[in-house]
Structure formats: structure tokens, C-alpha cells
């Protein structure tokens, strides 16, 4: 049973910071993508950021590329997500995912697991 719980979630003020991490179980965490998501209220999910099973390929959303760091520890079994420069538009549901393969598909990053989230919440 794969199971992925997020924590580091929280109300930050515009230009703060957050450290997410998502704590992994189940079998062979170090040999899969991972990935997180967000959702804002209203709006689509979508993909934040994603690390393939070594780290060696790394992608970001534009709205986020210079804020946002990717990073896993394998050994820990633990992803994070560091959250820099936080702006009102990132007040989101922020989700933790592990893809099916060790890398991802940007054209359809449809992951296999999905953590149950943690929120984030920007104020002015």
C-alpha cells in the first residue's frame, strides 16, 4: 500500500516561505517520479513541480520557476517542496503525487498516488 502524507502547510504572509515535505510508504519510494500539485479554489489542479527517481530531471510550472524548489531525499523516503517568495496567488491545496514510472510525462503527468494535502494560504 502506497501511502504519501504531506506536512509544513500554513497561513504566510505575501514574500514568506513554507518548506513542504511529503513523507513516503510503501514499496521502492526511491524508484518513482514524484510530484506536487496545487488547487486553488475554483480552478484546475495543476502541476507545481516534478523530480524524476534520481533527481536528475526536474520540472517547474513558469508561475513558479525561481520561487519554488523541488528536492527529494531518497533515503528518507521524503519529498519537499520549499516555497520562496510566496505571492496571493499561490493560496492553493497543495498535493504530493507519485507518477507510475521513474520519470514523468509532461504532456499527460497523470500521477498513479496522491497524498491528501496541505494548505496554503498567502495574506496581504
Known amino acids: 500500500q502506497v501511502l504519501l502524507v504531506e506536512s509544513g502547510g500554513g497561513l504566510v504572509q505575501t514574500g514568506g516561505s513554507l518548506r513542504l515535505s511529503c513523507a513516503g510508504s510503501?514499496?521502492?519510494?526511491?524508484?518513482?517520479?514524484m510530484g506536487w500539485f496545487r488547487q486553488a479554489p475554483g480552478k484546475e489542479r495543476e502541476l507545481v513541480a516534478a523530480i524524476s527517481w534520481l533527481g536528475a530531471k526536474i520540472y517547474y510550472a513558469d508561475s513558479v520557476k525561481g520561487r519554488f524548489t523541488i528536492s527529494r531525499d531518497n533515503a528518507k523516503n521524503t519529498l519537499y517542496l520549499q516555497v520562496n517568495s510566496l505571492k496571493l496567488e499561490d493560496t492553493a491545496m497543495y498535493y504530493c503525487?507519485?507518477?507510475?514510472?521513474?520519470?514523468?510525462?509532461?504532456?499527460?503527468?497523470?500521477?498513479?498516488?496522491w497524498g491528501q494535502g496541505t494548505q496554503v494560504t498567502v495574506s496581504s
Open positions: 503525487a507519485r507518477f507510475a514510472g521513474q520519470s514523468y510525462d509532461l504532456s499527460d503527468p497523470t500521477p498513479a498516488y
Open positions: 510503501g514499496p521502492s519510494f526511491s524508484n518513482y517520479a
